[in-house]
């Protein structure tokens, strides 16, 4: 009996449009169906509540993942003034209310104790492991703890819309592992009138942005035709960012071996990383170092 094939070979990055109401990892293994393909990931959880980009890796792209996860990303989410949730969104139940609302001028006031290099307490419905646990399946079962505050780096947080008195739109543009529900609960505190996240759409991650995505109807509309496949970006697509070097045949054929490769040409400096590309195609990321770079991952592209 013939072995059966466990998937395609292929390679790339799909943005998806992540619409409301479905996990991350049912995203990644809807895309993952289509393509037919042997692996995929994803750079960055989006709850289930949450839209907007989430970009998924398939093939050697997946080494790229790291990358993208470290990347800058912006949300635009909307708070709702005078509750305050146990999960610190509108799926949670409202434990505490308020009567105040601020105004425009006391949350543009507030807002910039929540720009820069600051401290964030995760929600408590959140995937941080405590002794090994999720915290949320701690938090089902009304078990009481703290979490540790961890650092982020916000870039921007700005008030972009009032609609009413009981409502206020952000958008934040932060580092890795931020919290937008944390950033509401933080917020509606430091106000003094409670506050909890009611809609979040993630604008852009890294290098991928809403232009460029997808939406799950359309995945199911095309999957497994080559249409699909046209709409897959290229794995070096994660690091339009991240220096690059050339290399030749044999500097390839040692990268592709685990060992350093001389390298041609050069847009970076001694001890960065950077992503070595042959014949147009990637082939390592690594450290550059006096005319080699020095890999840390080796891609297996066809071709």
């Known amino acids: 009996m013939a072995r059966r094939s466990k998937g395609r070979d292929i390679s790339g990055w799909l943005v998806v449009d992540k619409p409301a109401g479905i996990t991350s990892t049912a995203v990644v293994n809807k895309v993952r169906w289509a393509f ?3 692996k995929a990931g ?3 959880t989006l709850d289930p509540a949450a839209t907007g980009v989430l970009a998924v890796a398939l093939g050697e792209a997946t080494k790229t993942v790291a990358f ?3 990347a800058m990303k912006a949300y635009r989410f909307t708070l709702r003034f005078g509750q305050a949730t146990n999960t610190d969104d509108a799926e949670g139940e409202v434990i505490a209310t308020s009567d105040l609302r601020p105004s425009d ?3 543009v006031e507030a807002l910039k104790d929540f720009s820069g290099e600051i401290m964030q307490v995760p929600p408590q419905f959140s995937a941080v492991r405590i002794d090994g646990e999720r915290a ?4 089902r079962e009304g078990e009481e703890f703290e979490l540790a505050a961890r650092p982020l780096y916000v870039e921007e947080l700005d008030l972009v819309a009032r609609p009413d008195a009981d409502h206020a739109v952000l958008q934040m543009v932060c580092g890795k592992g ?13 106000l003094d009138c409670l506050a ?12 991928f942005g809403a232009e460029d995505a997808i939406t799950v109807d359309e995945i199911e509309a095309l999957a497994r035709t080559p249409a699909l496949d ?3 970006l290229p794995l070096e697509a994660a690091l339009e960012d991240m220096p690059k070097v050339t290399v030749n045949e044999v500097g390839a054929v040692r990268l592709k071996n685990g060992n350093p490769g001389q390298v041609v040409t050069a847009d970076c400096d001694f001890g960065d990383t950077c992503w070595a590309s042959f014949r147009g195609k990637p082939i390592a990321i690594g450290t550059y170092r006096a005319g080699e770079i020095h890999p840390s991952r080796v891609f297996n592209l066809n071709g």
């Open 42 to 44: 994803h750079a960055g």
């Open 178 to 190: 931020g919290y937008v529900r944390s950033i509401a609960r933080d917020l509606g505190q430091s």
């Open 136 to 139: 949320y399946a701690r938090a």
């Open 105 to 107: 001028a006391e949350i």
């Open 196 to 207: 909890h996240v009611i809609e979040l759409r993630r604008l852009w991650s890294g290098p």
């Open 36 to 38: 037919e393909a042997k």
């Open 230 to 232: 046209e709409r897959l």
């Open 68 to 70: 993208v996860t470290e």
